[in-house]
């Protein structure tokens, strides 16, 4: 459980990082510009890691195991690139990925409600909702609150002049 924690950690961080760099790439680039090279060098990358670690054993490909639309998970890639782009840039990273976050969050627990996908049910708890309105509302009190120290910041300064 532990490693699981320090990956999710570390997962956590590499987004939020890559995030603002493809936010900073998507300023010179387009949008789909920014979705190729993040995907294109992800691929690479990949590659290259996949071949050191894991040698011929990564080409060993066993299609009968697993249901055909699970291959196409990269597609899906290409959908969370751009958004993620276009929502730091319309929103700013804090609230973007903010929104991001929460969002996984209540599609991971509909999908682990539901058992959709072949996913081991877990039951639905008060508890969760619970949680993920209490982090919805920590949003919107961070987002809230920033926009009243900004609006009475103006007053002040306007006040003084």
Request: hydrophobic share 50%; proline share 1%.
């Amino acid at each position: 459980m532990l490693m699981g924690l320090l990956f999710s950690i570390v997962a956590g961080a590499l987004v939020g990082l890559q995030n603002i760099f493809n936010s900073k790439v998507n300023e010179h680039t387009g949008s789909w510009m920014t979705t190729t090279l993040v995907l294109g060098l992800g691929f690479a990358a990949s590659l290259l890691l996949g071949v050191v670690f894991e040698g011929g054993e990564m080409f060993r490909l066993n299609m009968s195991s697993m249901q055909t639309w699970y291959w196409f998970s990269g597609i899906i890639g290409v959908g969370v690139v751009t958004c993620v782009v276009q929502g730091v840039r319309r929103l700013g990273p804090t609230f973007a990925i903010s929104i991001v976050l929460i969002t996984q969050l209540v599609t991971a627990m509909i999908w682990d409600t539901m058992g959709w996908l072949g996913l081991e049910k877990v039951p639905f708890s008060w508890n969760k909702l619970a949680g993920v309105l209490i982090l919805i509302g920590g949003i919107l009190v961070f987002k809230l609150g920033g926009r009243n120290a900004k609006t009475t910041e103006k007053v002040h300064i306007h006040d003084s002049i």
